[in-house]
């Protein structure tokens, strides 16, 4: 059985999970396993749950750090809500906006993916059906343009030979 963690590592790896590091970044920093941090932020978490004031005063005191306001923790809870609502793993939201925040270009990827929510003509697990589709449409088209480029060509070859 591997040794307990000793306290210190735990309040880094709180404030780290706070900070919204990855698991993984978590772990890597502070030379734990992955699995060590859920249980960890678990353990933690159900401290909030079961009012342990000492969870409570950490997060109060990480917020004040933060200069997070109450009103930010209050949008934190109002996405909570929405997520709760979706029926959605907490664990996947916070891989993919970690995803997003480690991609090249994070606005843009928002961007593209609030433009296919807005889709409302193609159900989700249709579009790479529908991308699949556009992308051969537009190869018949390019094909189509290079037929028609080679017969005005060889027509202006036939125009400048009566010329």
């Known amino acids: 059985m591997p040794p307990a963690t000793d306290v210190q590592t735990r309040a880094e790896v709180i404030k780290e999970w706070l900070s919204g590091s990855t698991r993984d970044q978590i772990a890597s920093n502070n030379k734990i396993g992955a ?5 960890i932020v678990n353990e933690w978490k159900k401290g909030l749950d079961n009012s342990e004031y000492e969870s409570i005063r950490e997060l109060a005191v990480f917020s004040k750090k933060e200069a997070m306001p109450q009103s ?3 949008t934190n809870v109002r996405l909570n809500n929405y997520i709760q609502k979706l029926g959605a793993n907490l664990e996947q939201i916070e891989s993919f906006i970690s995803n997003i925040a480690s991609s090249q270009d994070p606005q843009k990827l928002i961007d593209t993916a609030n433009q296919i929510a807005q889709m409302t003509t193609i ?3 249709k579009i790479p059906d529908n991308i699949k589709q556009q992308q ?3 190869q018949k088209l390019k094909e189509e343009i290079e037929k028609a480029g080679a017969i005005l060509e060889q027509k202006n070859v036939h125009v400048q030979t009566i010329e």
């Open 136 to 138: 051969d449409e537009l």
């Open 35 to 39: 699995g060590t941090v859920s249980n």
């Open 72 to 74: 930010g923790l209050a």
């Open 123 to 125: 159900p989700l697990d």
